[in-house]
DNA sequence: AAAAAAC
């Protein structure tokens, strides 16, 4: 298969009908003919990959052209190296811009709304260009400033960055972003949802205005098709069909419940099913806590991590889960997104989350890169209404089970009314599929064409949002130093910005 | 209503 199998063009622009890419499609092409460079091939044999995703094929060819994107995937689809592949070479095949004194300015910034998801961008990144001279590091909070410092002062081409750490290495001078060539937003719509305009609009304020931008957002709501227009420009949009995401590979059960036995029922599931690995997720800082516990308590190896932890206890608990020292890690939903954990079979929603969107991207850490997985959810009385946001973001109606030899708890005085029980049907609930077998030959690649000359920039025109912040004469600009209470929420901040701005 | 993110 050649490069021509990539066919340019089918690219739109925003204004068009997005690409909509078929989850299975294109399985024939291969890294090796998008021209990479043969340190990033040699990289990507390294960890035995051969083939690129359908976002992978997608993406690539369009960010070597120096486009804008708007992306709109799921992560789990091979985003990361979607974005950081092409990142690299562009990198690589540009010469450095070196007007600044250091020998290594920031060249490309990537943020992230968690921490964890910083982490593992970085370590994704940093093996991609093991074989470069290119350097990157990850700088969030929640840890010392100072080796962070030692390593930003010593100069990297690519930051990856949690956006509050960010401006405070800036202020104390340990790092400038006046050489930044790509910027990238990974999960942009978390960051919306978590206030992050702000801090977002004074990071791009001190980016150079000829840059690259590239968008990532798991959701395509009219908030972010609104902020990708702002501030990216003429963007491909690329968009990753999502039902296949939820439909195909996860088998997803509910169970009602009592209110009161719901953390008995998760202990039950976990114990029943021989559950080796599973994320929990609750809906609190607290209740994650007092899960954890009550599972410890009763003999299950359980963690929480939220962002009440220290930093530490957080990329512990991770680190340990992945290692599979852990059986259970009890979440918030600082762990909802982008947290790749290879072949997790099962998640757990002890509580429905708020947000129907949220329970997409719970049950995404399961059945991801191919393989099946399972996502049980305990629900009561009360939580009729999330679930049934949650059956109609995703168009289906779930499974709802019933619970095999559940007995409850008698220490807590058992009401009435709780679990269903009885009729023994769980067979049904779990249907058989299919592992889906992809090509593992690595024959190597016979020719590693560069694409030639620097990709043609286009004149940018000035998005109003790269401009100082000024509503209007009476509110003051957002600053940093405002407390958070008095900040808006991100939908309705975000809502007056666009609303107030002319086209 | 709660989560995340700088000190």
Known sequence: MDAGHIDQSHTKTMSETPIIIE???????????????????????????????????????????GRDVMGAAQTGTGKTAGFSLPIIQLLLQHANPSMSPARHPVRALILTPTRELAVQVAENVKAYARHTPLRSTVVFGGMDMKPQTVILRGGVEIVIATPGRLLDHVEQKNVSLGQVQILVMDEADRMLDMGFLPDLQRIINMLPKQRQNLMFSATFSQEIKKLANSFLTDPVTIEVARSNATADKVTQVVYKVDEDAKRDVVQHLIRQRELKQVIVFSNTKIGASRLSRHLEQSGIN?????????????????????????????????????????????????????????????????????????????????????????EKLIKQTITRGELQGFVPSSSRGSREGAPERGSRRSDSERPSRSRGDSDSSSRSAERY???????????????????????????????????ASSIKPAKQKLAFLLGGVPK
């Open 23 to 65: 989850p299975d499609s294109a399985p024939s092409v291969r890294f090796a003919d998008f021209g990479l460079a043969p340190e990033i091939l040699r990289a990507l044999s390294d960890q035995g990959y051969v083939h690129p995703t359908p976002i992978q094929a997608q993406a690539i060819p369009i960010v070597l052209q």
């Open 302 to 390: 359980a963690v929480a991590i939220h962002g009440d932890k220290t930093q530490q206890e957080r990329m512990a608990a991770l680190e340990s889960f992945k290692k599979g020292e852990i059986e259970v890690l009890v979440a918030t939903d600082v762990a909802a997104r982008g947290l790749d954990i290879t072949d997790l079979p099962c998640v757990i929603n002890f509580d429905l989350p708020y947000n129907a969107e949220d329970y997409v991207h719970r049950i995404g850490r399961t059945g991801r890169a191919g393989a099946s997985g399972d996502a049980l959810s305990v629900y009561s009385d009360k939580d009729e209404r999330l679930l049934a946001d949650i």
């Open 449 to 483: 064409s560069r694409p030639s000359g620097p990709s043609p920039r286009r004149e940018k025109v000035d998005p109003w949002f790269l401009k100082p912040y000024e509503p209007n004469a009476s509110a003051p600009p957002v600053r940093r130093e405002t407390p």
